[in-house]
């Protein structure tokens, strides 16, 4: 059974996660250059591709449930109660997430005058040109709400504002939580998704430059609750989730993959079944938010494995080991900072070094796909050292640190 221990102590495997999260998203972004007729393509590279394609979308709502999941974590060690306060809180999810954010944004712009400024027919485009409202909208996090500033300085961008609003949520969670019980927080975090939609539908009516689709936080801060009750489920010493946990752990392994065959066989049929996309008003795409609930909780139950898999005589340990490879985890650690830098380097990297060269389409993509993405991986490296950790020592050095930043990176990736 998961003890105080194992909640005091990191855990690797959050750190992996993310590496590979981030990882699948520059792959994502980097196979978005293909522009070649995809129907042409035969066996594993069809499927690769399109895996790449959508896998993408899939590491958003990993990083939202790995979000929730790893704040609840300092919350269940505090007693229910937000260590030092709302304000600290805010403070210190400032201090963590804005400053580099704002000099990504800032060393985006100044590539975007320098050399990546023209339209080259890739996914970049949307980034480009830059105006200063879309300047304006970065600046305060309201980007996503608008079509022509959703993608514009740095098509990544969109979800910092969603994760942002979602910490605005966080205490008033907690304090629902604390109040009612998880099950009931999980039903208002649908209630507020369900009401961001029609708001953002209203909106669009009399003003079409509103994106009614992605902007806001529906279905993402389900998908942050679902992770918040993954934790709950994992280190809790409340009664159920001590009951929950021995059940699980009583059951074979047999039973444990059958568990997690049959969650993925209801989510690809309701894949199947919603591939036709349901639609209300033609405008909220229901059978999406349907999948993005699906997957935010498998992932929630991906990460309730995993973290009652942390003892050494767990016959599921194994899959913690194979988490917990150092350069993984080392990747992990500055996840962010790919996030953040990735796009306008794989632009710079395919405008400037691939297409010279001169390859045909295919190869110039997997080119830039298994060379780009490790210079990307140091480059992003070097962005941390120079504009991520600085505010991270920042924090130390003023003894604002927490469990809650310990254990919690920002989680926000984009597709």
Known sequence: MVNQKQLNSHLNFLDSIRA????????HHGILYYSGNMNTLLGIEKILIKFLIVGGHYAVNMFIVLSGFSLMLAVIKNNYVLKDG???FFKRRFIRIVPPYYLAMLISILLIWLCIGDKTGSHWDSSIPVSSSGIFRHVFFIHDFFENSFNSINYSFWSVAVEFRIYLFFPFLIWIWRKTGPLSTLLVS???????????????????????????????????????LAAEMSFSQNGKAIKMRLLYQGASSYYKMLYLFIF???????????????????????SSRI????????????????????EKNSHTYWMVKL??????????????????????????????????????????????LLLGTPAVIVLSYLFFLLCERPFLMLRKKRNTLSTTDAISNPSIIAT
Do not use: R
């Not at 369900?194 to 936080?217: A, E, K, Q, R, V």
């Not at 993925?264 to 229901?286: A, D, P, Q, R």
């Not at 993005?292 to 942390?310: E, M, N, P, R, V």
């Open 264 to 286: 993925l066989m209801i989510f690809v049929l309701v894949k199947l079944l919603t591939k036709e996309s349901l639609t209300l008003g033609n405008e909220i795409f229901i």
């Open 20 to 27: 590979l999260a981030a990882v699948l998203v520059v792959l």
């Open 323 to 368: 988490l917990s490879w150092k350069p993984l985890v080392f990747i992990g650690t500055f996840s962010y900072s790919i996030y953040l830098i990735h796009a306008p380097l794989l632009q710079i990297l395919f405008q400037y070094i691939i297409t010279p060269l001169s390859l045909s389409m295919p190869i110039s993509v997997y080119v830039l």
């Open 291 to 310: 999948i993005d609930i699906l997957t935010g909780c498998l992932f929630a139950y991906i990460l309730f494995i995993y973290s009652t898999s942390t």
């Open 190 to 228: 649908f209630l507020i998704a369900f009401i961001g939609s029609i708001l953002n539908i209203y909106i669009h009516h009399y003003y079409s430059t509103i994106d009614s689709l992605f902007t806001g936080i529906s279905p993402y801060i389900v998908l942050f609750t679902l992770g918040m």
């Open 86 to 88: 709302m304000k600290i």
